[in-house]
């Protein structure tokens, strides 16, 4: 057993937030060796834990003035983009022609991939960040670089080969397993597979099968992502759907007959139960309900959609609809790894009224704590990983962070200041950065087998 000390956030079932100024969180290791909580809550309501037998020789580790959060969860990340981040540029296509694209060419190199897989980790674990959905490269030297990056570091993360045998650029398309041979759909997806039985499942890592987006998938590519998504109903679904206008436009002449871009994926049997389609911007009515009805994710990217000059997601149509989704840095169009920011950025973005059919339609104000959710607690259950992380609850996997909300002398002044938890979180949430995020705990720390 082990025991930690301090202030204490957990969410329940129905999302709200608890808050044990003193609280104590109980850890023990599972029979595959990852730490899970054991209890949570107030230090006066579990101190007799500490009593029982198996805490003997217990050493508790004890944080005054400090916090325990939940670890982050980001749902969409493009780990590749690390050097891409703050390039300016028009939108989101010539942002991909001009800098995105050029910079995964250099991923099919061993020695570069695993270079970055290591900044990128890093990145993430320092801004507190432990479990991620990511993005890599159509190349499987990518995708094994960023598998042992985490695994090395004992992090949660998901990702996979990315899926493109059209409209790319040479050097990212698929290539066929000949030259010559017009097969890059069928091989790529055998490379898939391969990839998916060397590492999903091994230690806290997890496939996704992942089409970049449409316009780069043939219809025989996403057919064959379909099919073998439906062979492997444990593993994820990860794409982009709806973020730009002149990316719309560009679906609807390569699939006249489809009734929506999100349709396209539907029709390909790519949406279910851990399927995760970043931004989601353009969703109409009928779109909201399929997503809620194949219980389909949408990763929210605020500091994306900003940059790019996408569009706003509406929060207030996703909450009424009731379809799964959370928040997402998006780097590199996202322009910090920071929860902090991408948090800041949906409260701003949330707030914004939206033109629809000529009438506006006013804002939501999302609350401190729910935003705090979305990118913990629900976030994970969009994930398909409820209970498992994003949460400090009975049976979790035990990653969490220690907050100071003393970081900075503004941030200290103001968290003094709060009478509300509300108050709390949202000063964190407006004034703070990785300097508040003083120690990242967790549940398997280092490599196993």
């Excluded at 730009?244 to 679906?251: G, L, P, Q, S």
């Excluded at 949408?298 to 569009?311: C, D, H």
Aim: proline letters at 6%.
């Amino acid at each position: 057993m082990k025991a930690y000390r301090a202030s204490l956030l957990t969410f329940d079932a129905a999302g709200q937030p608890r808050f044990d100024t003193d609280g104590l969180l109980l850890t023990q290791p599972d029979e595959h060796g990852t730490e899970r909580v054991l209890a949570s809550g107030a230090h006066a309501e579990l101190a007799h834990w500490l009593a029982l037998p198996q805490a003997q020789g217990v050493q508790v580790q004890h944080w005054p003035g400090k916090v325990m959060v939940p670890g982050f969860v980001d749902m969409h990340v493009h780990y590749p983009q690390v050097d891409v981040i703050g390039s300016p540029a028009d939108g989101l296509l010539p942002w991909l022609e001009n800098y995105t694209f050029p910079q995964e060419t250099r991923f099919a190199d061993a020695a570069h991939a695993t270079e970055v897989a290591s900044v990128f980790t890093d990145e993430l674990l320092r801004h507190g960040v432990t479990t991620a959905l990511t993005f890599a490269t159509s190349h499987p030297t990518a995708v094994d670089a960023v598998f042992a990056a985490a695994r090395t570091r004992g992090m949660r993360l998901i990702t996979g080969l990315c899926l493109m045998d059209q409209n790319a650029p040479d050097g990212l398309r698929n290539p066929p397993s000949a030259p010559g041979r017009g097969d890059a759909a069928e091989h790529s997806l055998l490379q898939s597979q391969a990839l998916i039985e060397r590492w999903h499942g091994v230690d806290r890592l997890g496939y996704a099968i992942t089409p970049r987006f449409v316009p780069t998938c043939s219809d025989a590519q996403l057919q064959g992502a379909g099919e073998l998504a439906a062979r492997h109903p444990s593993v994820w679904v990860q794409s982009h759907v709806a973020e730009n206008r002149d990316e719309i436009a560009w679906v609807r002449q390569l699939h006249p007959h489809a009734r929506s871009y999100l349709d396209v994926y539907h029709r390909f049997g790519l949406l279910r139960e851990r399927a995760v389609y970043a931004h989601c911007i353009y969703l109409d009515g009928d779109d909201r309900a399929l997503m809620r009805e194949t219980g389909t994710a949408a990763a929210v990217s605020p500091t994306s959609n900003l940059f790019l000059g996408s569009g706003f997601f509406d929060f207030a149509a996703a909450q009424t609809t009731g379809y799964r989704h959370g928040l997402a840095s998006d780097v590199g169009g996202g322009t910090s790894f920071s929860p902090f920011e991408t948090m800041k950025a949906a409260y701003f973005v949330g707030r914004m009224g939206l033109e629809q059919g000529g009438a506006f339609k006013p804002g939501l104000s999302l609350s401190p704590s729910r935003l705090w959710w979305l990118h913990t607690a629900g976030a994970a259950q969009a994930l398909g990983l409820e209970g498992v992380v994003g949460n400090l609850t009975p049976g979790c996997e035990a990653d969490f962070v220690l907050i100071d909300p003393q970081a900075t002398p503004l941030l200290a002044r103001r968290t003094a200041a709060a009478r509300t938890l509300d108050e709390w979180l949202f000063a964190l949430i407006v004034l703070g950065d990785d300097r508040a995020v003083e120690k990242v705990c967790l549940a398997l720390p280092t490599m196993t087998g």
